[in-house]
């Protein structure tokens, strides 16, 4: 069975343009990170995302994170609320700069953060004598969490919301785009993810002195003086000339993606949906989801590991959901707030195969296996 091709979780898909943009930074001499490509990508993301936010290319999703917590004035030793149900790099960054991760669970509806635990945690914060600077919501899996309750807590308790958006790059909840929502939004463009610039991420705001606090610090935070000087600790996060190249070809294709990933999940849940024992996460009215990963919950830890070895044995990678921060040996010590959602989320659940470039007979083959764990 080894033989036949392997299946990716989610590989690459490169739409035609992107080496010819690559090349003319070549041609120019426009090794460096700035330069046209740089602005024009910026420029391809506002166009798409909207009109309203100014949008900055950096190195990666991480160092966007990074910024945007140090722009919205998070120091050591202060609270940071994260949703625990999310990949590391969403909650690390909270780490870099001596802060504390106070971590929330999720809600059934979105498998994003719950509306009910955050306010729970902020009261209970607030009572301590400490209350949190800034909450890290993430649209995982594409899937948008509850905007307008997370908004309106974020107003009622005047604590800016960081968005991160790495998952969910053409997500939207009526019709407005994902990472325009928050004070603060971020991308990523790293390689499994729906457009990619083979590494690489955006901060993206409405507010344009965030932009340039962002470009400011990501680029040595070098004061207006001929000479080089410093009066803030800067990094190197800008996003460079040749990948952003990249990055302009695949804005030219986002919106095929965002339909072939779709159009996967559609099938999966087409031909899985009548098995009882399978669940997926449908949309709530008006959250349209990117669908970056289809996933699927079975009825058991056992069955989700048996359809993984089975999919494994014909070659086709597929994945548990993400692990929660609370469970992970780097953050089980911070607080949480959790209910046992995303610890049962974990156990039951399944990434699948949802590359943009995945065939028609890509798809029979795994479902074709699924199938057979249920029916033999
Ligand atoms: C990928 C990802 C990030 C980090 O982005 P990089 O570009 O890989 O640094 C952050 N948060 C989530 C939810 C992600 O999936």
């Not at 190249?245 to 965002?258: P, T, Y």
Request: hydrophobic share 35%; with cysteine; charged share 20%.
């Amino acid at each position: 069975m080894k033989n036949q091709t392997k299946i990716w979780l989610s590989s690459p898909h490169m739409g035609g343009n992107e080496q010819h943009y690559v090349d003319e930074a070549f041609k120019t001499n426009w090794i460096a990170p700035l330069g046209p490509n740089v602005n024009l990508f910026e420029e391809a993301i506002q166009k798409y995302v909207s009109n309203e936010v100014h949008v900055a290319a950096l190195s990666a999703g991480t160092a966007a994170i990074h910024l945007a917590l140090e722009i919205l004035g998070v120091q050591s030793g202060d609270e940071v609320l994260c949703q625990s149900f999310t990949f590391s790099a969403s909650a690390n960054p909270i780490r870099y700069l001596g802060a504390t991760p106070i971590f929330i669970d999720s809600e059934r509806d979105t498998w994003n953060i719950s509306p009910k635990l955050l306010e729970e945690a902020i009261l209970d914060r607030i009572e301590k004598g400490r209350k949190p600077k800034a909450i890290i919501a993430v649209h995982l899996y594409g899937m948008p969490y509850k905007i307008a309750e997370i908004n309106a807590l974020s107003k009622a308790y005047n604590i800016p919301v960081i968005e991160d958006s790495a998952e969910a790059l053409g997500s939207s909840v009526n019709g407005i785009n994902c990472s325009s929502f928050g004070d603060i939004g971020i991308l990523s463009f790293n390689g499994n993810k729906i457009i990619t610039t083979s590494g690489g991420g955006a901060l993206v705001t409405k507010k344009n002195e965030y932009k340039n606090k962002a470009v400011f610090l990501a680029t040595q935070a070098r004061d207006d003086a001929p000479h080089y000087q410093h009066s803030n600790v800067g990094y190197n996060y800008r996003m460079s000339n040749v990948l952003a190249g990249i990055g302009r070809g695949q804005m030219e294709v986002l919106d095929d993606r965002v339909a072939a990933r779709r159009a996967n999940f559609e099938y999966y849940k087409e031909e899985l949906g009548h098995l009882k024992e399978i669940e997926f996460l449908n949309e709530p009215s008006g959250f349209f989801s990117n669908r970056w990963l289809s996933c699927i919950l079975t009825e058991s830890y056992e069955k989700r590991e048996q359809i993984r070895y089975a999919l494994l044995e014909h070659n086709i990678e597929s994945r548990p959901l993400w692990k929660p921060m609370h469970l992970q040996p780097i953050f089980e010590n911070f607080p949480n707030y959790s209910d046992g959602t995303s610890d049962d989320l974990f156990k039951r659940g399944l990434c699948l195969p949802s590359g943009s470039n995945l065939t028609k007979s890509d798809l029979e083959r795994i479902v074709h296996i699924i199938h057979k764990e249920y029916t033999s």
